[in-house]
Each structure stands twice: as structure tokens, then as C-alpha cells.
């Protein structure tokens, strides 16, 4: 009677229309389909390929690529997935490749971690890439346009902009780093 009462609870919850609900707590995302439709508060679980404006919880995405707009949270991409966000990530993400379109506030732990604009946090990777960074790169191959206040560890440390021992000087191994 349990099971069944939960196993209804759960069907009711991922069939929702998006009208009855602003901010859905489960979603599972699939190629064009989110049950249900809307931004999520809570749990989201992306297969293959999915895309959803808002997430704000835990993301999950299994063998593909999840694309969010705006993200809050964990984001967790398990064998091979990959996380996108398009316009602003705060939180942890884990991933074979972290890929940020905008800003990002946090920590990307992934084999390529690239955020466009400004990274404020932490990037643990073979290969980091902040627009402009504020915090630490530790990686084989860190790249900015420009270290606003951090360092970069790794085999190459690329700033456009210069590194500490000349701004005529825009790769440095082993460390880099700027305040």
C-alpha cells in the first residue's frame, strides 16, 4: 500500500502540468522533454541531451549534455556528462567537461573546465580557461585573459594579459599569479 501511495505520489509530481506548478521539485530531462516542464527547485535528472532554464538544488546528467540557463547548486555529470550553463552557475560542478557561457561563482572539478566570463572560485582540471579569474587554476594547462586576483598552478599558465614576472610575458610554468 506504501509503495503504491509513493509510486502515485512520484507519477503526479512528473506529470504535473508547468501551469500548476511555477518551480517543479523532480524533473527528468530527456532529448526535447522536460516531465514536467518549468524551472526546478530540488532534483533534476538530464539523459542524453536536456535543456531548462533555471535549476536551483541538484543536477544530474547521465551520458550527455545538460544545458541550463541559470544554475544554483550541485551539478553532477556522471559517466561522460557534461555541464552546460549558458548565462550564470553558483555552486560545485563535476564533470568530464564544466562549460560555462557567462559568469560562474564556485568550484569546477572536470577534465576541460571553461568559463567565458569571470570565474570567481576554484578550477580543478587537465585544462582551465576563465575569461577573467578571481581565485585559483590548478591544472596541466590554465588559460585567462586576465588574473584580476589568484593564481594559476600548473605545467602552463597562460594570462593574456602578462604574468607576474612581465606583462610582455604571457605564459609562465609551474605557477602564476597576480593580487
Do not use: C
Amino acid at each position: 500500500m506504501k509503495i503504491k501511495l509513493a509510486s502515485f505520489i512520484v507519477s503526479a509530481i512528473l506529470l504535473a502540468p508547468a501551469t500548476a506548478m511555477a518551480n517543479t521539485p523532480v524533473q527528468l530531462s530527456v532529448p526535447g522533454v522536460n516531465l514536467p516542464a518549468g524551472n526546478v527547485s530540488g532534483v533534476r535528472l538530464n539523459v542524453l541531451y536536456g535543456q531548462t532554464s533555471q535549476v536551483k538544488g541538484v543536477n544530474f546528467s547521465l551520458l550527455g549534455l545538460s544545458s541550463i540557463n541559470n544554475f544554483t547548486g550541485l551539478n553532477f555529470g556522471l559517466a561522460f556528462g557534461v555541464n552546460h550553463t549558458t548565462s550564470s552557475m553558483t555552486g560545485l560542478e563535476f564533470g568530464l567537461a564544466n562549460w560555462n557561457e557567462g559568469n560562474a561563482t564556485g568550484a569546477d572539478f572536470g577534465l576541460v573546465n571553461y568559463t567565458a566570463n569571470n570565474f570567481t572560485g576554484a578550477q580543478f582540471g587537465t585544462f582551465n580557461y576563465a575569461g577573467s579569474l578571481n581565485g585559483l587554476q590548478f591544472g596541466f594547462v590554465n588559460a585567462t585573459d586576465h588574473i584580476n586576483k589568484g593564481v594559476q598552478i600548473g605545467l602552463i599558465n597562460y594570462d593574456k594579459s602578462g604574468t607576474f614576472v612581465s606583462k610582455n610575458l604571457p605564459i609562465f610554468p609551474i605557477i602564476n599569479a597576480r593580487f
